[in-house]
C-alpha cells in the first residue's frame, strides 16, 4: 500500500527508540493477549461459576475474572505511556529537524513558497504525525492482534457459529467503508474551509487599522460570517453521514448477534454447547467486531499521516541553494596588506532573480578600499539593495565573482562572511522580544552595559529610558509600539553592538521627521567611524560625507565621483540631486 511506502519515510525518526519500541510491542501484545483470554474468563464463571450453582466457584470465577482484568489494565498503563511516549519524541525531533533546516535555507525558497503554508506544515502536519504515531498505529496493532487472535479463538470455540458472524462480517463493514470514506472526504473539507476561516482571521485582526480606516468591518464580519456558514454546512453533512453511519451499524450488528444468539441459544438447549461456551463466544464476536470498526476508522487517519510526513520529509529534504564555503577568513593584518585588492569586490557579477527575465545586476564591477565610505545611489529598482544582498550571500551571483579581503565569498564559511558585515536593512526589523533583547540579537551574551553603550551611540538611549519598563519594555511584534524612526535606532544599536567591520545600509528617510532624521544621521555618523561603508544613501547629508558616489541604473554602475563631479558628469545623478536631494 501507497501509505505504507511513505510512513516508512519516517524510519531514520522511529529507529533511535528501538528500546522503547520493543517494550510498547511487548506491552501491546501482553494487554492484547490477556485481553483475548477473558473471553475464556467469561466463559469458565459462566460454566463453573453461576452454572455449577455453587457459591465458592463463582467467588473464585470472579477473583480469576479481576485478576485478569488487573493485568490488563497494568499492561495498558504501560501500553498507553510508552506509545505516546514515542508519538511525541518523535515529533519533536522531526519539529527540531525541520526547522533547523529550515533556517539555514536560502531565502529564495520563502519568496517561492507560501510562509503561511510552511508553517501549517511545522504545526498541522507534526500535530497530526503526532496523534497517528501516538495512537492511531497503536490502536491499528492492538485490534490487528485482536481482529487474528479473535477470530482464531471464535473457531477455536464454535464453527458453525464462527460461520455466521463471517459471513455478516461483509454486511457490517461495506456500510462502514461507504459511509466512513463520505464522513472523512468531508471532515477534510471542514478542515480546509475552517483553515481558510482562521486565515482571514488572522490577517483581518493583523491589519486591524487598515482595515478600520477603509471602514472594511462590516464587509469583513459578513465575509467571516459565510466562511462559518460555509464550514457549518459542510460539518451539517459530515454528521449525518455519521450519524446514518451509526444507524447502519448499531442495526446490522445487533442484527447478526441476535441471529447468533438464536442459532447458539438453541444449541445451548439441546446440549451440544455450553452456556459459558455461548457467552465466551459471544465475548470473541464483539472483540472481533470492534476491532474491526477501530481498524477501519483509524485507517482515514494513518493515510493523512501518510500525506502529512511526506509534505514533511520534503521540506527536510528541500536542497540548499546556499552552501557554505569552508575557509575561515584570513588574518584581518593580512587583509589590510591585501589592501590593493579591496576590502569589498565586485568583478563582473551578473544576477538575475529567477522568478525575472532581467537580470537585476549587469556586469558589476566595483572595489571598495578599506576605511572607505561609498554611497550608491539610483532610482527605485536600479538594483542598490540586490548588490547588498548579494554580498550577504542571500542570492548567489549567475557570473562574475564577489571576495572580500580577496577571498570569494562562496570559498569563506557563511557564519565568517556574515561576521564581517553589519546590515541595518530600509526596513528595521525588531522582534517581539524586549529592548535589550532586540539591541543584544546579534550578541546574546552582551552585557547590560554594552547594550546601553550601543543605545547611546546610537541616540536610543533618551527615548528607551523613557518606555515604562526601560529596556525591559516588550516592542510587539515587529515593533509596533515604537515609531519609525525609533525602529530604526534600535536597529543601529544592534548593528554597533555587532560591531563588525564592514558596514552595509540601506538608509530609509521616508518614515523619519527632520528631528528623528537628524538623531537617526548622528547615529549613523557614529556606527561608520573606523569602518569601511556601502550606503545606499537617501539624505544629502550622506552623500556629501561620502569619500565616493556610485550612480547605479537598471543594474549597472554608470558613472561615479563626488557630488561636485557628478553634477556635472551624470544627469542622471543631477535629476536625482534635485528631486531626491532636494538640491539645484
Ligand atoms: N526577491 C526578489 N524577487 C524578484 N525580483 C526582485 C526581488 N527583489 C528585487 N527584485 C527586482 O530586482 C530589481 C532591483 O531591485 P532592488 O535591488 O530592490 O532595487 P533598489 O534597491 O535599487 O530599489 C527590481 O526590478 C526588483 O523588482
Ligand atoms: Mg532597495
Redesign the pocket.
Known amino acids: 500500500m501507497s501509505q505504507q511506502a511513505s510512513l516508512t519515510k519516517l524510519l531514520p525518526f522511529i529507529r533511535p527508540y528501538k528500546i522503547q519500541i520493543g517494550l510498547a510491542l511487548f506491552a501491546l501484545v501482553f494487554t492484547s493477549g490477556v485481553m483475548l483470554s477473558l473471553g475464556q474468563g467469561v466463559s469458565y464463571l459462566i460454566d463453573q461459576g453461576i452454572a455449577s450453582g455453587s457459591r465458592d466457584a463463582l467467588r473464585y470465577s470472579i477473583l480469576f475474572f479481576l485478576l485478569l482484568v488487573a493485568l490488563v489494565a497494568i499492561g495498558s498503563f504501560f501500553r498507553f505511556y510508552l506509545v505516546s511516549w514515542i508519538g511525541e519524541k518523535v515529533v519533536a525531533d522531526l519539529r527540531k529537524a525541520v526547522f533547523s533546516h529550515l533556517i539555514h535555507l536560502h531565502p529564495a525558497f520563502f519568496?517561492e513558497q507560501k510562509s503561511g503554508e510552511i508553517q501549517s506544515r511545522i504545526t498541522t502536519d507534526t500535530t497530526l504525525l503526532q496523534s497517528v504515531i501516538g495512537s492511531s498505529i497503536s490502536i491499528a496493532l492492538r485490534n490487528s492482534i485482536m481482529l487474528v487472535g479473535g477470530t482464531v479463538l471464535l473457531f477455536i470455540t464454535n464453527a458453525k457459529l464462527t460461520l455466521i458472524v463471517l459471513l455478516s462480517v461483509p454486511l457490517v463493514i461495506a456500510p462502514i467503508l461507504f459511509f466512513g470514506r463520505r464522513v472523512r472526504a468531508l471532515s477534510k473539507t471542514t478542515q480546509d474551509e475552517i483553515a481558510k476561516v482562521g486565515g482571514h482571521v488572522g490577517e483581518s485582526l493583523r491589519h486591524i487599522k487598515v482595515v478600520q480606516s477603509l471602514n472594511q468591518q462590516q464587509n469583513d464580519s459578513k465575509l467571516f460570517n459565510n466562511m462559518v456558514d460555509q464550514a457549518f454546512f459542510v460539518s451539517v453533512q459530515r454528521i449525518r453521514q455519521r450519524a446514518f453511519l451509526s444507524v447502519v451499524v448499531i442495526t446490522l450488528s445487533m442484527s447478526a448477534i441476535g441471529v447468533m444468539l438464536w442459532v447458539g441459544g438453541n444449541d445451548v438447549m439441546q446440549g451440544r454447547i455450553s452456556a459459558g461456551d455461548l457467552g465466551g463466544f459471544l465475548f470473541y464476536a464483539i472483540i472481533v467486531a470492534v476491532a474491526v470498526a477501530a481498524i477501519s476508522e483509524v485507517m482515514g487517519e494513518l493515510q493523512r499521516a501518510a500525506g502529512a510526513a511526506e509534505r514533511l520529509i520534503e521540506l527536510l529534504n528541500t536542497p540548499n541553494k546556499i552552501l557554505s564555503g569552508a575557509d575561515a577568513l584570513p588574518p584581518i593584518e593580512e587583509a589590510e596588506s591585501a589592501d590593493s585588492h579591496g576590502v569589498i569586490r565586485f568583478e563582473q557579477v551578473v544576477f538575475q532573480?529567477s522568478?525575472?527575465d532581467k537580470a537585476?545586476i549587469n556586469d558589476v564591477n566595483l572595489t571598495i578600499q578599506q576605511g572607505e565610505r561609498v554611497a550608491l545611489v539610483?532610482p527605485?529598482?536600479?538594483?542598490?539593495?540586490?548588490l547588498l544582498e548579494l554580498l550577504l550571500r542571500f542570492y548567489d551571483v549567475d557570473m562574475g565573482r564577489i571576495c572580500i579581503y580577496n577571498k570569494n565569498i562562496k570559498d569563506m564559511a557563511l557564519e565568517t562572511l556574515r561576521s564581517q558585515l553589519a546590515i541595518v536593512p530600509q526596513q528595521p526589523v525588531l522582534f517581539d522580544m524586549t529592548v535589550a533583547q532586540n539591541i543584544a540579537y546579534a550578541k546574546p551574551e552582551a552585557t547590560q552595559a554594552e547594550i546601553e553603550n550601543a543605545a547611546q551611540a546610537a541616540h536610543a538611549d533618551e527615548f528607551i529610558q523613557q518606555l515604562p519598563d526601560g529596556y525591559d519594555s516588550d516592542l510587539g511584534e515587529n515593533g509596533v509600539r515604537l515609531s519609525g524612526g525609533q525602529q530604526q535606532r534600535i536597529a543601529i544599536a544592534r548593528a554597533i553592538l555587532k560591531d563588525a567591520p564592514i558596514l552595509l545600509l540601506d538608509e530609509a528617510t521616508s518614515a523619519l521627521d527632520a528631528q528623528s532624521e537628524h538623531h537617526v544621521q548622528q547615529a549613523l555618523e557614529h556606527l561608520m567611524q573606523g569602518r569601511t561603508s556601502l550606503i545606499?544613501a537617501h539624505r544629502l547629508a550622506t552623500v556629501l560625507n561620502a569619500d565616493r558616489i556610485i550612480v547605479?541604473d537598471q543594474g549597472n554602475l554608470v558613472a561615479q565621483g563626488t557630488h561636485a563631479q557628478l553634477l556635472n558628469t551624470s544627469p542622471l545623478y543631477a535629476k536625482l540631486a534635485q528631486l531626491q536631494f532636494h538640491t539645484t
Open positions: 519568496e532573480y522568478s525575472r537585476a539610483g527605485s529598482g536600479a538594483g542598490k539593495s540586490t545606499i547605479m
